[in-house]
């Protein structure tokens, strides 16, 4: 049943459930991380620069933010298919979000790699 419904035939399933499961993955990050700051409670620069510090923390930060600009270039896509009638504003639009969303990944990625 599940795979009938990613088919071509029901295309818009596939942005649905892409839209769906990065909302887990960006819902199990943000509990994993206030369970982290209960527990560890960072006060200063060093705590939190400590905090920050794992390689596997950073990954799971990139994970999160690759989840949530998914999850809100398809947000936008929907909103401006709703709302902007006029096609090429609309596709300008579209790739204004999208230029912004590529430059805050690299934004991201650089604040992540140099602490």
Request: glycine share 6%.
């Amino acid at each position: 049943m599940v795979i009938q419904l990613l088919t071509r035939k029901y295309p818009g399933m596939r942005l649905w459930l892409s839209q769906r499961l990065t909302a887990l993955v960006m819902a199990a990050y943000i509990i994993g991380i206030l369970i982290l700051l209960a527990i560890t409670q960072p006060s200063g620069h060093a705590a939190w620069h400590g905090f920050f510090a794992p390689i596997w923390f950073r990954i799971a930060t990139l994970v999160f933010f690759v989840c949530l600009f998914m999850h809100a270039w398809l947000g936008v896509a929907d909103v401006l298919k709703d709302y902007v009638f006029n096609k090429t504003l609309r596709a300008y639009m579209q790739i204004g979000v999208d230029l912004l969303l590529v430059l805050y990944l690299f934004w991201l990625s650089f604040i992540l790699w140099n602490m």
